[in-house]
């Protein structure tokens, strides 16, 4: 998945960049909200990470105009504000979750969790379908009796396939999903990574089907 972090704090952005890429995740980093419009100009993400606390505005106004534009990208507020009221504001206007700093990262990545299942229309982290589990948490597919472990971009790559299945990605959409602005992919890494999860998907009726010309599929055999 891709996440824009909008946070001007460099030691945070940092620390919450290196902890969701160790997940898997692309992040791109915004320090304002100048910024943050730039990155949503050149790309679509699955999460938005935002400060309330921005150098050139607040972070409410940016979750206002946002909506107002009807993107429904998620937004998880970061806020060292903890009196109810404001918590209550945010939510109200448009904020699908918020933590309070400081924060425990294992309470962030939960919460982006949650945020992108319910997204997905799903309550539970395991996914069934063509006959294999699928369990993002545990980053494992369970085939039978038997558990494969997922590498971190299989993972995801799995992940953004599951989300809408037999919908058609074409290679440029899934690298724009699964690498930052940081990293300068090719196109080939992308069959690279398909190989790999045909390879691990091998046992189950659900295979991934390459569209001549457009890109690629799951799908339940």
């Not at 953004?160 to 940081?182: E, G, H, M, N, V």
Request: with cysteine; net charge neutral.
């Amino acid at each position: 998945m891709r996440f824009l972090l909008v946070e001007d704090n460099t030691d945070l952005a940092n620390s919450v960049s290196a902890r969701l890429k160790l997940d898997g995740h692309a992040v791109d980093w915004a320090a304002d909200l100048r910024g943050a419009d730039g990155c949503l100009a050149g790309a679509s993400y699955d999460l938005i990470l935002l400060d309330i606390a921005l150098p050139d505005g607040d972070g409410r106004d940016f979750l206002a105009r946002h909506r107002a534009m009807n993107r429904d990208t998620p937004i998880i507020v970061m806020t060292a504000r903890n009196a109810v009221s404001d918590r209550v504001k945010l939510l109200d206007s448009g904020a699908d979750d918020y933590v309070t700093k400081p924060f425990d990262f294992s309470e962030l990545e939960a919460r982006c969790r949650a945020v992108l299942r319910r997204r997905g229309g799903a309550a539970r982290n395991v996914v069934s379908f063509g006959g294999m589990e699928f369990d993002a948490l545990a980053a494992q597919l369970t085939i039978g009796n038997e558990v494969r472990e997922l590498r971190n971009r299989e993972l995801r790559l799995l992940e953004i396939l599951l989300s809408s299945p037999r919908s058609i990605y074409s290679k440029a959409q899934l690298c724009d999903r699964l690498f930052s602005y940081s990293e300068a992919p090719s196109e080939n890494a992308i069959e690279v990574y398909v190989g790999r999860l045909r390879k691990k998907l091998e046992g189950s009726n659900a295979r991934i089907e390459t569209v001549r010309g457009v890109g690629y599929r799951i799908i339940d055999q």
